[in-house]
DNA sequence: AAACTTTATTTGCCATGCCTAATAACCAGA
DNA sequence: TCTGGTTATTAGGCATGGCAAATAAAGTTT
């Protein structure tokens, strides 16, 4: 009988994390969105919030909570959200993580789904992958001639009609 | 004051999915792991299945009755377990949309986190995107050429020094 | 077959993250 | 200032997916 160490759960991967104490993946969700939206308008609210989130308020009120009390976001009840220096360093990542893997699904000429693809991948890729993968874009980007032969082969190959 | 549509938070995707009555993605877990078994040893028990995901037997059970009366396995109580036809041709294809998913990290050059990235990706994947990452791996599998120069550009890049 | 061990299930508990409905605070215009 | 409308919070509820402890069933030994 083998002693299987390795595979987890998502939701058992997810409980590790909690343990070292690093934002779930709703948080990250809420704090990208206040940093993006913050980055243009100054602050945001809780039900523009809400709005954009495809949330009710009393959800993200609860949230903003706790990234206030995890001095991510500065806020008072009834007030305006803003992200603290370290929200706000939290968020450029998060925000820059967003634009790596959505680039790289454009890369790969994924349109329709790009962006739900991408908010779901997103949470789950760890740093080491991230960074490869901003790599991967890198080295594709400075090398039209491989996105050519790539296109080629992905359209003779017809990706619609891939058989799994 | 535009109206925003795009975004969602993950719980939010997730929620979508389940009118549709897809799995959630422990039942993912659970059904990819089965099938997995059942291929190599044709049954699992329901202690083996929880030590191989980590987690207590009772949870396992839990899960194992959802599945059950969802129609993908066969098990009855303190039973052995196996997958039903329809129960092992999603399990196939989770299986292989793991493998796609490995593969392209592979590719990629990730090793320590390769498993646990594949695990945490798998689920959140769209069937676009992972017919699109199967034609990427075999694009570059058929061109070694390719991947030679992106590896000369990893090293040079030097991925872990990467600063995002 | 009785006793013991292993295996699985049940029960009851917890946190997350969403919801609705009720309530509270804030802000303008009369 | 008071009063209506907007904005936000609270309270209470639900499902998922974990856990531990108690219980039950099955299997093995003597």
Chains 1, 2 share one sequence.
Not at 25 to 38: G, H, Q, V
Not at 116 to 122: F, G, L, P
């Amino acid at each position: 009988m083998k002693k299987e160490r390795g595979f987890y759960t998502v939701r058992g991967y997810q409980m590790l994390n909690a343990e070292n104490k690093t934002l779930t993946s709703s948080m990250e969700d809420y704090l990208e969105m206040i940093c993006r939206t913050c980055r243009e308008e100054g602050y945001v609210r809780v039900n523009q919030l809400a709005e954009m989130l495809n949330v009710r308020p009393s959800s993200t009120t609860k949230v903003i909570q706790k990234l206030n009390a995890l001095g991510l976001v500065d806020y008072q009840k009834y007030g305006i959200i803003q992200p603290t220096e370290e929200g706000k360093a939290i968020g450029d990542f998060l925000l820059k993580r967003h634009e790596i893997i959505e680039e790289f699904l454009g890369i790969l000429g994924i349109e329709e789904t790009r962006l739900k693809d991408t908010e779901m991948i997103e949470h789950d890729v760890s740093l080491n992958t991230l960074k490869s993968i901003y790599v991967l874009n890198k080295f594709l980007s400075e090398n039209p001639d491989i996105i050519k032969r790539y296109e080629t082969f992905r359209k003779r190959y017809n990706v619609d009609d891939v058989i799994l």
